[in-house]
């Protein structure tokens, strides 16, 4: 076997499966010196909660951060948010992790999220209403977005060595931005935010401020060149990948338009292992729920007011995106994220002590909708499970295809087991039997004292 061990970990969710407490318990049991944060950027959650009763909510640093000498690699294609780092930083140091910025490397071609971004976001998604995507409010799809209609207008991470060049940049994105948005919102009841949002994109000054507060950024973190970065995860120990959000956000895989602006999949994480000349194999593990959970909008067949008495202290609906909801377990929709996450060596599940808060859970083995849909590429129906979605080709990114799915999904109808899964081993038998994957580890609680070992050999 390699010296070098790299193994993903990847949500079959909407997110919110656990990754920040499998990232920490791996840091943990492995001799894992380095994560990889290798999609998404500054919308990412992942939570730790240490026995000793430190939380933080992992957002650009990666959730081993609590683990002595762990090191974060923001790998391209992540998109930096800088001022959102140095706020993260600033709190982890208050938990006593006072050297993570001395942890890190950032990829000198990293796109960056300016406030322009987040603010336009924003607007954008004020100017929705009813019809909101479901966005973080942070700016990535923004980022991305831009990046792929004006290439020659983005801020690279390595930009921020040069200040004046940078702050030419970042006024032609301010400008660019601004001619994009009228001065009225045409949704009333966001009068109040939309204007708030429209005086960051029209003032002058932000530009060089906020300049001048990203360099202590980049001053502590220099920006790696590809090869500083191929260096470190070439060292001999464990490398994870630590992936944001979950496939059924996935800008391909997701349902359209509720998706992120990233890839979730083993395809995604091998084609950054190969930019930076690893060709160690990768072992894949796929992270899901005991129960579904979404935030903001979207479609969610099995969502189910009742399992709101599965309350917690670290996801509610306070936040940009809106209501937190909670639904039942869904073969379809695992079957589903099964397929879109590519080559899988196995399954964590989280949140396996529900069964001992609720006896409601159910799972969902098939829907019923009075959508009648032609195109068997969609979906197909049968008397035994209802109807199945079935993943359009991976290498024709049709999003058609997937706002078709959308529509699906918002007319379905769930069909239900006639019992309860009454246990934690039960429910495992069946994540194992639909996905056709071995379950390894099983959290039974929110620290990573809680993780059981489900089969003696992961790695």
């Known amino acids: 076997m390699s010296s070098t061990r790299l193994a993903s970990l990847l949500g079959l969710g909407f997110g919110d499966c656990g990754k920040g407490l499998f990232t920490d318990y791996l840091c943990r049991n492995w001799d894992t010196h380095t994560v990889v944060r290798f999609n998404g950027g500054a919308q990412a959650g992942h939570n730790v909660v240490l026995p000793d009763g430190r939380h933080h909510i992992f957002s650009q640093f990666c959730s081993g951060s609590f683990v002595p000498g762990v090191v974060t690699v923001l790998a391209y294609p992540v998109i930096v948010h800088p001022t959102a780092l140095l706020v993260e930083a600033a709190r982890l140091q208050r938990l006593g992790v006072s050297d993570c910025l001395q942890r890190m490397l950032i990829d000198e071609r990293c796109r960056i999220t300016t406030p322009f971004h987040q603010a336009a976001g924003r607007l954008r998604e004020l100017a929705r209403g009813q019809s909101a995507h479901g966005s973080c409010g942070v700016g990535v799809g923004e980022t991305v977005q831009h990046s792929l209609e004006r290439p020659e207008h983005i801020l690279r991470y390595a930009d921020l060595l040069q200040p004046q060049a940078a702050l030419a940049k970042l006024e032609v994105i301010r400008h660019q931005l601004l001619s994009e948005f ?5 949704v009333p009841e966001n009068s109040a935010l939309y204007d708030a949002e429209l005086r960051m994109l029209s003032d002058e ?11 202590v950024l980049s001053a502590k973190v220099r920006p790696a060149t590809k090869s500083m970065i191929a260096d470190r995860l070439h060292r001999p120990g464990a490398v994870l990948f630590e992936g944001a959000q979950g496939v059924l956000l996935d800008e391909w895989h997701g349902f359209h338009p509720h998706t992120t602006w990233s890839s979730i999949s083993s395809d995604a994480v091998e084609a950054v292992t190969a930019d930076y000349g690893l060709s160690t194999p990768i072992r894949h593990f796929g992270l899901i729920r005991s129960y579904l959970t979404r935030h903001g909008a979207g479609p969610m067949p099995t969502w189910d007011a009742e399992l709101d008495c599965l309350n917690e202290p670290h996801n509610d609906s306070s936040g940009w995106q809106g209501r937190f909801r909670r639904g039942h377990p869904d073969a379809v929709l695992l079957r589903y994220a099964r397929s879109a996450a590519g080559k899988l060596d196995g399954i964590f599940v989280s949140h396996l002590d529900a069964f001992s808060k609720t006896d409601k859970l159910t799972w969902c083995v098939g829907y019923e909708s009075d959508l009648a849909v032609q195109d068997d590429a969609i979906c197909t129906f049968d008397a035994r499970d209802g109807l199945i979605i079935r993943l359009h ?7 058609e295809h997937q706002r078709q799915l959308t529509q699906l999904l918002s007319r379905a109808r769930p069909r239900f087991e006639t019992t309860p899964m009454i246990d934690a081993q039960s429910h495992i038998q069946k994540i194992e039997e639909i996905a056709n994957c071995p379950v390894f580890l099983g959290s039974y609680g929110p620290q990573f004292d809680a993780v059981a070992m489900q089969r003696k050999r992961i790695y």
């Open 393 to 399: 080709p991976t290498t024709d990114r049709n999003l």
């Open 182 to 186: 009228v001065t009225a919102c045409v």
């Open 205 to 215: 000054a932000i530009s060089a401020r906020w300049l001048e507060h990203v360099a």
